[in-house]
């Protein structure tokens, strides 16, 4: 529901506005309504202590008659509804409605307060809350014994008020204030809006459609870098990131074409390479079957039984030239790819007997560690031997002369076949490894590197659910470790 920024911005602004300002005007009423309550219960203490000393004076003055007086002038106040003079035993003898008076005060009001329960002045809301109860007992006094006796309380002074015009004018400011703030929530949501809108909202659009054009390979796009804002900077890394990708968009596009020209070449090579070997097949082929043929012949020829081991020898080195010619044409053709069982050492074996005459000139010796057991795989033969030869000639790259290649292969702790290529080169810089399968990444000079080797040694590996590894030290030489998980026992 809530996706982009602005709707998640507007929706928690306006939670936290309204229940901010909801939470300050509730306690801002709770605090009206007890103060309404404090004011209202004062206003009645002070009208019962005034009414009670100007009855007290009428009383000692004997003036009876103008108690009732008193009581009809304080009952057209327009917030008293009744005054009454209770005696205890409840009975009514003065009252501001004339209708009340010999009446019992609980047949009037029947939650009307227990009288010997009043010790003291009770002031109490009603279940209307803008009707009060205010009762003060009249204590005996000296000067009052004369008439009264012992008793301990005289009389009840009791007080109804009805603050209904005062509550409900409460009420409209109540609502007023909420009226006013729902207004200023409205007013800031649409501030917060426009502030939004102008400083994040507008920018991070303008920042999106900028990266969708990038996307879509628009590369040639700068954006303004106005003021000193997080978004100017932004910009700046934006525009800076861009530039680079425009420059090595063009060195792809050149290295591309380069290595498209040197594929070509290659392809061009690799078709004049199929065709020699099999002209030297051709003419092997002869050679093969005359000296085949000789050496028939010296069964019943002693003269040329005489050259027997020679015959053999030239036999034996047709033999190896037409297995190196059979590999380069195998590997010049293309085949469909095939998941068959490979015995890995004759994969190594055959990319040695290709790679025999490079170890050779370069005077490098190849130590051989393979088990007695077989190691058997499943792939592609073409691929894994493409693979093996790619990593054979980067270690002959690494080697100045006379170095050693060692190739073993083991099982690892989890029994999966590992094929391991180490040799004691110039080794890799650090900052190089983490680079070197990366496609078109290589530090050779243009002659003797198109930085693909190892980028098609990776993916040959991924296809065949292998990982391949590589440990280096500067001088030292390099290891690569390729872990075969794709077992067949």
Request: charged fraction near 25%; glycine fraction near 4%.
């Amino acid at each position: 529901m809530f996706k982009s920024i602005r709707s998640k911005f507007i929706f928690l602004s306006i939670t936290i506005i309204v229940v901010g300002v909801l939470v300050g005007n509730l306690l801002i009423i709770g605090q009206l309504k007890e103060n309404f309550h404090k004011q209202t219960s004062l206003m009645l203490a002070t009208t019962l202590d005034v009414l009670k000393d100007g009855l007290t004076n009428e009383m000692m003055l004997n003036k009876n008659k103008n108690i009732q007086n008193i009581l009809d002038r304080l009952s057209k106040n327009d917030h008293i509804d009744n005054v009454r003079i209770i005696n205890p035993e409840g009975i009514i003898d003065f009252a501001s409605n004339s209708n009340e008076k010999d009446r019992n005060i609980f047949d009037i009001s029947p939650d009307h307060l227990k009288l010997n329960e009043i010790k003291e002045k009770k002031i109490i809301p009603s279940s209307n809350s803008y009707i009060y109860y205010a009762t003060l007992p009249i204590l005996n006094s000296k000067q009052c014994m004369g008439c009264h006796g012992d008793k301990n309380v005289i009389a009840y002074l009791d007080v109804q008020t009805n603050l209904r015009d005062t509550q409900n004018k409460f009420y409209e400011g109540t609502f007023n204030l909420i009226v006013i703030t729902i207004a200023i929530i409205a007013l800031i949501t649409l501030a917060f809006y426009a502030l939004f809108n102008v400083l994040i909202n507008k920018p991070l659009s303008k920042f999106i459609k900028a990266l969708n054009r990038v996307k879509e390979g628009n590369l040639d796009i700068n954006l303004q870098q106005k003021g000193g804002d997080e978004f100017a900077l932004l910009h700046s890394h934006f525009n800076s990131m861009v530039n680079k990708l425009n420059k090595s968009k063009t060195q792809i596009e050149e290295l591309h074409a380069e290595q498209l020209q040197r594929a070509d070449r290659l392809v061009t090579l690799g078709e004049l390479t199929a065709e020699m070997a099999h002209d030297i097949n051709n003419h092997t082929a002869i050679i093969m079957s005359r000296a085949d043929y000789l050496n028939l012949e010296t069964a019943s020829d002693k003269k040329i039984k005489e050259y027997s081991d020679d015959i053999n020898a030239i036999l034996h080195q047709s033999t190896q030239v037409s297995k190196i010619t059979g590999n380069i044409l195998r590997h010049s053709k293309k085949y469909p790819k095939l998941n068959q069982k490979i015995n890995l050492a004759n994969a190594v074996l055959d990319s040695l007997s290709i790679l025999n005459p490079l170890f050779a000139k370069n005077k490098i010796n190849v130590d051989k560690n393979f088990p007695e057991d077989e190691a058997i795989i499943s792939g592609d033969q073409l691929d894994i031997e493409q693979a093996i030869m790619n990593l054979l000639t980067n270690a002959v790259d690494a080697i100045e002369n006379g170095g050693k290649i060692t190739i073993t292969i083991r099982k690892n702790r989890e029994r999966r076949t590992e094929l391991i290529i180490a040799d004691d080169g110039c080794g890799i810089e650090p900052l190089v490894l983490e680079n070197i399968f990366q496609p078109f990444y290589t530090t050779k000079n243009i002659e003797r590197g198109t930085g693909l080797g190892l980028y098609i040694v990776k993916k040959i590996c991924d296809n065949h659910s292998a990982q391949i590894s590589c440990k280096s030290e500067p001088t030292l030489g390099t290891t690569f470790t390729i872990t075969f998980k794709d077992i067949i026992e």
